[in-house]
């Protein structure tokens, strides 16, 4: 076999490359100047300084006249603009779901945060409220309660049912997240610590207790008793009134519990409160 061989002719201002394999088939020129090739030529193209139409190696069945390309231009246009009209309203519609979808989780989230915000417990920054205001809230409540009624042990009465409210609904949300307590000595416990830093921002400084349901609590510093005056000449110098509603406070938490009992304090000195609790059977 021969090595092939590349003949390169310029015809009619055209160069013709022809590539021929053992000297089967060949290229030649016609009078008109228009090159041709065999049927057994392998491959032949032609390359110009400019391609036109004339000259374009793509087929003719192939190519598109201008008149047929500005009908379907006119053809396409329409449908184009259909095209993006569709396009158009998916975006808009897309951005309107991405606008309900975004106020929806505003709203999931407003509703988690308000739930939240009513699971807190009262120590939280939202809850908090000025101790001073509270307690002079708290004189005015019970000088109200006092002159309400007829004598002091129906005073007493009134402050222990309204602390035994009070203390039932304030423990029964303090202890949202917490399991039932199998044993009465963790109530207490509860109540030692979590529930008296809610209500005075201290725990209980002493416990004591004899396993038989009876339970001492102490305070060495009662918060609502401290910024009392007493006037030196006066012969009664009782303040139990004001510590009477606390005493109700614990017998409702205990009651939220499960557990009923007796609550009585005693007023060592002019801070100091002992509070004893006695399961009743």
């Known amino acids: 076999m021969s090595d092939p061989t590349i003949n390169i002719t310029n015809v009619g201002g055209q160069t013709t490359t022809q590539n021929t394999i053992g000297g089967v088939g060949g290229g030649k020129s016609n009078s008109a100047g228009t090159p041709y090739t065999t049927p057994l030529q392998t491959s032949a193209y032609t390359t110009s300084n400019s391609l036109s139409a004339t000259n374009s190696p793509i087929p003719s069945h192939h190519m598109i006249n201008s008149n047929s390309s500005n009908n379907l231009s006119g053809m396409v246009t329409p449908g184009?603009?259909?095209?993006?009209?569709?396009?158009?309203?998916?975006?808009?519609?897309?951005?309107?779901?991405?606008?309900?979808?975004?106020?929806?989780?505003?709203?999931?989230?407003?509703?988690?945060?308000?739930?939240?915000?009513?699971?807190?417990?009262?120590?939280?920054?939202?809850?908090?409220?000025?101790?001073?205001?509270?307690?002079?809230?708290?004189?005015?409540?019970?000088?109200?309660?006092?002159?309400?009624?007829?004598?002091?042990?129906?005073?007493?009465?009134?402050?222990?049912?309204?602390?035994?409210?009070?203390?039932?609904?304030?423990?029964?949300?303090?202890s949202l997240d917490t399991a039932l307590f199998p044993e009465l000595l963790d109530a207490v416990k509860f109540i030692c610590k979590v529930f008296w830093t809610t209500v005075f921002k201290k725990t209980i400084d002493g416990l004591k207790t004899n396993h038989k349901g009876v339970f001492v609590l102490t305070d060495s510093k009662f918060q609502w008793l401290q910024h009392l005056s007493f006037d030196s000449s006066a012969s009664n110098k009782d303040c139990s009134e004001y510590v009477q509603f606390t005493a109700g406070l614990i017998k409702g938490a205990m009651s939220n519990f499960g557990f009923k009992c007796i609550v009585t304090f005693d007023i060592q000195q002019i801070s100091t409160c002992v509070f004893t609790i006695k399961i009743e059977s």
Do not use: W
């Open 80 to 174: 184009g603009a259909g095209l993006q009209q569709q396009q158009s309203s998916i975006t808009s519609s897309t951005n309107n779901l991405g606008l309900l979808g975004q106020q929806q989780q505003q709203q999931q989230q407003q509703q988690q945060q308000q739930q939240q915000t009513l699971l807190q417990p009262f120590t939280t920054q939202s809850r908090l409220i000025s101790a001073s205001c509270f307690e002079f809230f708290y004189i005015e409540m019970i000088d109200c309660i006092m002159k309400s009624s007829s004598d002091k042990q129906q005073a007493h009465k009134k402050l222990d049912k309204l602390g035994f409210k009070v203390g039932h609904r304030l423990v029964e949300r303090l």
